[in-house]
């Protein structure tokens, strides 16, 4: 009844956003892939927000563009709005964040799938790993069809044995009622993966006529809006605002009154869900004294009245669901068009990976996304991207690409997984980069073009203007450091209007661009360079020299571990004959296998004296195999 | 070479008399030595091998704090094979101490950590292949003695009062991070005058920390010494002796009210730590028996050990199982009054102990302390007794890192009031948690992320 359906380079299962960056990459890098899907019709869809970016996920996208990724690209073509937010603090946290037109967001995304070289796209749910001598080499269907790959990128999401809850009732079924994945969960365990169980939740969505927008408080877009991409020069897609209101003390009321039908409470979930994007039953238990919370009325697209409600994520019944929203101010008269409910699922414990995203029981066989126990569309693309660039590598017979923590969010995002784990959905964070200065969404490109063109995945073109932005920008800084400004009066008018102190003496250029209120239009007006610069380029010198102090501190830690990082530990050390080291680092760094001593001292329970024992053990081993030729 | 920075440690034991060895190794040794050195050369150009008299100045306020030798040892011709200075102060507990303290605070050097000079040396090469096990060996026991001492003093005043200070600022870090992370969240936003008054406040309580640690009020040191025996053999005279001669750095420690005293003197130059325990024997009596257990736990954790026994009594069954939980341990026998006739049995205590270790006296009578005092200060400077050093040193580490920690608070400040953006100030807030994270060995990112969730509420 199976069937041979095909041989492949890759096969990546699930098209969420994980898994097309995935797909996308290695197809793109000559990879022949096929990019298997439940429902055809889901491809790239946004179960939850219909929106990208903001702190920490906006600099993902910018860094997946960087890497030649399409998330940056495709939103640009379809966002409904753009805003720069944190506009008010340094440049290292400024985020973008658009709302997106949810269905034209995942119609452009499948029209490029469907138009990419080497790319096959199908229908299908994937049941049972293929694999031979301990290895993966494919995958079998539920049609019965068995498709081939030099290596599997798996990127099923929220579908492993996904479960929906609402209320009292409770059944099985994949995001938006879609089919679950029941079977593969199973292959899974039986090669020897162990899973965990985690929860995430969506807010319902309302009729957008049944508003009373007057009771609510409008959020603009930007006016001048800034793009994802590198290649987005421009657009002209037009705008929609957002609407801002809050809970009432109804709210409260009602959610307290009914907290004994909530599954939350009452046991019915077993997942964990995450603490970053609670449930509103979860936000008014455990900050009783918050007298109302915000909500974020959004608009789901141009094409439909459906809005989604942020900060009213809830598993509450459906009835309880309609009580809560008419509680709200603009929302006495709402129509609910879809119900909010909780979902858990099955995620892989992703210490069971090695960085490059491949499984360490499985070769070839790599995961990516919400099933390595993240949550958030970007977090998903920016793993996607990296699976589908190592899944093509290994069947080309390359070395991985492994992001460092120092080069960007996704390397923060990957040695964290990898690393520590997670007990709950994973969240980026601004604040889990430790190199937060040197990971601005200003310089994402700076900081990958150049991987993402070694790779194969940027072209010529882009390279070559990338080069040249890199270059006027570090010619540009230098003549501001060697032009002076003579202590005349238009110079003293200008700093007087500024409120700044007037200067004493001639000075340069880049000593007075340090001033926290002088900007780079400011002097040139006084020093023009004789060369046209870009806004980005303008805005990249003056980042450059205003943050100079700050950005150095954190390049001298990050050269002072580099060392650290570079110490590579040989994959077949057995620790448990590493004399000395104590018990408990023994059993992490079996488990964890760190390929670098940097990696292992980011594992918690491994200290300082374990670093150096193990450093002086790999001395000692090396200078032994030396010593044997 | 693996090692960037430049480390530094007290390389000879703590003690009066003689001279104490500060050892500087690392790129930076002869650069961050001179900037506390004055002498008629410049040490910057020193060839290597080289000796220079000169004085120690506190850069800041231009005072000469001690005289000095210093040596200058350029790598590879050295120990660890990097640069390597060693400066030779006089012995004693403040001159050393205020000279190491002083070299941490300009920054560049960091306290060396347990065992480390030796395991520069043998990743530079300079230490034989055969002895890896043993410089395994070496940090591991280094580290676990020192995590002990460490666990020990986590009960203490000072670290309550540290922990105090860490909840303070990683509150005003979470509130930071939540402008950041959720700009649109209704949270008060963080403004430049919040962060300074929390600053300051900070500040103010490292002074008052730092204040306390000079008078030694909170950073205990010293060798912990156990004065054990059976009931009246002694001890409390022993203590009082000891005491009313020498009583020197500390007194008046909260723990006197509990059975075990505890008295703080220097005895020949060396600070001990001393306990006095309740009498160990067999008993019944519930009272007594919970004093004998906190005296039973006093000997576990003692680096010293006096053993009183009643010379005027042959030794007992109570003698003897005390003289069989000693074994191995470092101790010193103490043959109390022999101003009364001898007829405990000598020559078993001789067969069980090292003779060099046991002495005779008579507390009543005063005879006798020299011989102690001598004894000790022998197996001090013979490195049979190893704590006293550590926990010097880790409160030398402690009080630079109150010093770096306040300095990052002043430069956060600072950069405030000039207009510098606040994700950029929090890179200085948080420098200073993390330095007061490691006074109490207590640093994770993750419980920033956890006091983000438990202090906001959060979501879509």
Redo the contacts between chains.
Sequence with gaps: MGYEAGQFDVIVIGAGHAGCEAALAAARMGCETLLLTINLDMVAFMP??PSIG???KGHVVREIDALGGEMGRNIDRTFIQMRM??T???P??H?LRAQADKFLYQHTMKKTIEETEHLTLRQGMAEELLVENGACVGVITKTGATYRAKTVVLTTGTYLRGKIIMGELMYESGPNNQQPSVRLSQSLKELGLELVRFKTGT?PRVHKDTIDFDKTEIQPGDENPKFFSFETEYSDNEQLPCWLTYTSEETHRIINDNLHRAPMFSGAIEGTGP?????IE??IV??AD?PK??I?LEPEGKHTSEYYV??L?TSMPEDVQLQILRSIPGLERVEMMRTGYAIEYDAVVPTQLWPSLETKVVPNLFTAGQINGTSGYEEAAGQGVMAGINAARKAQGKEPVIIERSQGYIGVLIDDLVTKGTSEPYRL????A?Y??LLRHDNADLRLTPTGYEIGLIGEERYAKFQQKKQYVEEEIERLKSVKLKAEQPVQDMLAELGSAPLQFTTDALTLLRR??VNYSHVERFVPSPVELTEDMKEQVEIQIK?AG?IE??LIQV??LS??EK?RIPDNIDYSDV??LASEAKQKLTNIRPLSIGQASRI?GV???DI??L???L??YN??TAARG | M?N??TIAAIATAVGEGGIAVIRVSGPGAVSESAKIFRSKSNIADASSHTVHYGHIVDPQTDEKVEEILLTVMRGPRSFTAEDVVELSTHGGVVAVKRVLELLLRQGGVRIA????FT?RA??NGRID?AQ??A???L??SK??RAFSVAMKQAEGTLSKRVKALRHNLVELLAHI?V????????VAEMTSSYIREKSEEAVAEIDRLLKTASEGKILREGITTAIVGRPNVGKSSLLNALVQENKAIVTDIAGTTRDVIEEFVTLGGIPLRLLDTAGIRETTDVVEQIGVERSRAALTDADLILFVVNAAEPLQADDYKLIEQLGGRPVIVLLNKTDLPVVADTEELAARFKPESIVRLSVLQEQGLDQLEKVIADMFFGGELESADLTYVSNVRHIGLLHQAKQSLIDGMEATA???????VQ?DVRTAWEQLGEVIGDS??ES??DQ??SQF????
């Design positions: 939850c927000n903001g702190p920490a937010l944190n008010g603090k340094g290292a946290v985020a807010p603490r970053y994007c609670p449930s979860d936000k455990r900050f918050k919370h915000q974020f942020q900060g994520s964070l601004t604040s889990r430790e937060r200065l926290p209120e943050y700050y501190k954190q050269e002072r060392k650290m110490k004399h000395g918690s200290t300082p004296a150096s024992i450093l002086v053990y001395e000692h200078r032994v | 693996m960037q920075d950590e347990p065992g480390e395991k043998f990743l292949l890896a096990e410089v395994i060996d940090i591991r580290s676990d991070e402008n950041i992370d959720y700009p649109e969240h209704d000039s207009g510098i953006p606040i994700d950029l890179i994770v990112a920033l992320i983000i969730f509420c959060l979501g879509k």
